[in-house]
């Protein structure tokens, strides 16, 4: 398929989505609309306070805040868990060692932590950070040290045939085989770390998209929170995008995926 017929039909799944949504919060049926607006807004309203805060520009600075708690969450957790990640995997005897541990931590709710969060470390943006590093750490841990100890046991030998110390060994084979993996678990952590980022914002700061959210909740203002769950899912698209430009330049050798239609 090609990339314009893949775009439009990408398109018509959000055209087809929004119109259900008027639709429903417009339109009677038997006399009765199935969707009051008093609950779920409607898609001309949502737009309309979407407008209404860029053409103001008061969501900018919200927006900035919510970004830097994300790429700081996104940056700290994905390096974190790729060090991890690689040391779990090369030495066994380590990851036996802790491997009772992270799976118990890995097991907390990340709800229950934010507010310990803000107890240590304030109400600023390192709580938020901490929060989102605590949700993007584990998936690229787990990936990571899952695609190192995949890796090709013939290309693995073939490569210490022909002499490859540990350094080149890292970089020619262990690096290529925990790639692909890694760049999965980036696409899910880049979600993850914004969700920390709003989860803190909306249980405690002054400024963020959660804080948007959260103020336009508590007001009964269901347009609002529309509104700011919608800039909210564009900034993760956005924020998704660049990765996948990132992960095409790293990954160019990567062959193609054959079509496995009949």
Do not use: C
């Amino acid at each position: 398929m090609s990339r314009m017929k893949l775009l439009a039909l990408q398109v018509l799944v959000a055209v087809v989505s929004i119109g259900a949504w008027h639709v429903l919060t417009t339109v009677p049926v038997f006399g009765k609309i199935l969707l009051p607006p008093f609950f779920f807004s409607t898609p001309l309203d949502v737009g309309a306070r979407i407008v209404k805060w860029f053409s103001e520009g008061t969501i900018w600075g919200h927006l900035w805040i919510t970004l830097v708690e994300a790429s700081l969450a996104f940056v700290i957790g994905s390096v974190g868990g790729v060090l991890v990640g690689f040391w779990f995997a090369r030495k066994p005897l380590v990851a036996a060692v802790f491997d009772p541990y992270v799976k118990m931590i890995n097991a907390l709710p990340r709800v229950v932590l934010a507010p310990i969060f803000a107890l240590w470390l304030g109400l600023g943006i390192w709580s938020k950070v901490a929060l989102g590093v605590t949700l993007v750490f584990f998936i690229v841990f787990f990936n990571v040290y899952q695609g190192v100890k995949e890796v090709s046991l013939t290309v693995l030998n073939n490569a210490r045939m022909l002499g490859m110390n540990e350094r080149q060994l890292m970089r020619h084979v262990y690096w290529p085989s925990a790639l692909s993996w890694m760049f999965s678990s980036l696409h899910t952590s880049v979600g993850f770390a914004v969700v920390g980022a709003v989860v803190g914002e909306y249980l405690g700061s002054a400024a963020g998209l959660g804080y948007i959210i959260q103020q336009a909740e508590g007001v009964f203002d269901v347009a609002g929170v529309f509104a700011g769950m919608v800039v909210l899912a564009a900034f993760v698209i956005a924020i998704d995008f660049a990765v996948t430009v990132v992960e095409n330049r790293l990954l160019v050798w990567r062959p193609v995926a054959a079509d496995t239609r009949t």
